[in-house]
């Protein structure tokens, strides 16, 4: 049963553009949320986080944005760069619990 | 070193056979997970060691997996009579608190490949 859900596993964007990368969770207990990005042949590094308190949290060109009662969070790149073509994957965890559970992946293309 | 080390990159090995897959996590982390990703999934979560607390092996497949870590640092997972569904990136990460939840700094991962 996958608690974390990426339904766009693919997603190209123009450079210079806006990339909005989509996820939704079903267990009503995450109270935090994690993007990570991924390079070929390298692990996933963390990008920026968010705590259920919050419903927006900027770092950058990134930005999250949680929405607690339709439990869907965004990651929004802007302005889109080529090197932030990778795969992104979401993640959440509920207080007191020991593992993230993530999502499939969508792997963002910006075409120069 | 500065990062999550793993070893061997990449493994190919037959069925039946045991492999063994190494991670040297982040001096001074306390906390150590092993995920798995198979093709075209997520990371799934496998097992997950905490100072010297038991660990917390809930993700773990089978009876054919296992793990431990040696003196609070090093890791190993042992997969015995390996299957070919066993074929995935085992990656293991890990973490230090941060501002009340763990922020996971993964390898990069060991390619697993059972033919």
């Known amino acids: 049963d996958q608690q974390v859900k990426q339904n766009s596993p693919s997603l190209s964007v123009q450079e210079g553009r806006i990339s909005i990368l989509n996820c939704d969770y079903t267990?009503?207990?995450?109270?935090?949320f994690l993007w990570y990005k991924k390079y070929p042949a390298e692990g996933p590094t963390f990008l920026i986080s968010i705590s259920s308190i919050k419903d927006k949290n900027e770092d950058g060109r990134f930005t999250v944005f949680l929405n607690k009662s339709a439990k869907h969070l965004s990651l929004h790149i802007v302005p889109s760069q080529p090197g932030d073509s990778a795969v992104y994957f979401c993640a959440a965890k509920s207080t007191g619990a020991n593992n993230l559970f993530f999502g499939t992946g969508t792997r963002l293309t910006v075409i120069p | 070193g500065a990062g999550v080390s793993q070893s061997p990159s990449n493994k190919v090995t037959e069925k039946g056979k045991d492999v063994e897959l190494r991670c040297d996590p982040i001096s001074g982390h306390t906390a150590l997970y092993w995920y798995r990703q198979s093709l075209g999934q997520g990371l799934e979560f496998l097992i997950y060691?905490?100072?010297?607390?038991?660990?917390?092996k809930s993700g773990l497949p089978s009876d054919r997996f296992s793990a431990e870590r040696t003196g609070g640092s090093v890791s190993t997972l042992t997969i015995q009579r390996t299957q070919q569904e066993d074929s995935a990136v085992y990656l293991c990460?890990?973490?230090?608190?941060?501002?009340?939840?763990?922020?996971?700094?993964f390898g990069a991962g060991s390619r697993l490949t059972v033919l």
């Open positions: 990460a890990s973490s230090a608190l941060f501002s009340g939840a763990n922020v996971l700094t």
């Open positions: 267990n009503s207990m995450f109270d935090y």
């Open positions: 060691f905490q100072g010297n607390s038991a660990p917390d």
